[in-house]
């Protein structure tokens, strides 16, 4: 069992920024898939960003140019840094976890970028 724990969420104004962390509890963290995905009031929870144990990163459209994931082995963590924030990405955040058919998800923590 994985435990993710998020941190870094906040109101923000529009054009602003944020930095989203997760911490993982597993020592084998870095044969995992990491990824943020959120969910805004009324919509169905979407991808957001991931990066695999190589590094190679994949993004939604909507993020692309604006947002960063990173992530380091060394201390179970991955981070999206957020640049240039807009009033839709309002959402909740959930850190992703994932190796082969085994998925784990973070409590969530709230982004809300104010117009």
């Known amino acids: 069992q994985v435990q993710l724990v998020e941190s870094g969420g906040g109101l923000v104004q529009a054009g602003g920024s944020l930095r989203l962390s997760c911490a993982a509890s597993?020592?084998?963290?870095?044969?995992?898939?990491m990824g943020w995905y959120r969910q805004a009031p009324g919509k169905e929870r979407e991808l957001v960003a991931t990066?695999?144990?190589?590094?190679?990163?994949n993004y939604a459209d909507s993020v692309k140019g604006r947002f960063a994931i990173s992530r380091d082995n060394a201390k179970n963590t991955v981070s999206l840094q957020m640049d240039s924030l807009k009033p839709e990405d309002t959402a909740v955040y959930y850190c992703?976890?994932?190796?082969?058919?085994?998925?784990?998800w973070g409590q969530g923590t709230q982004v809300t970028v104010s117009s």
């Open positions: 990066i695999t144990t190589g590094s190679s990163t």
């Open positions: 992703n976890a994932r190796l082969y058919t085994y998925v784990y």
């Open positions: 597993e020592r084998t963290f870095s044969r995992y898939t």
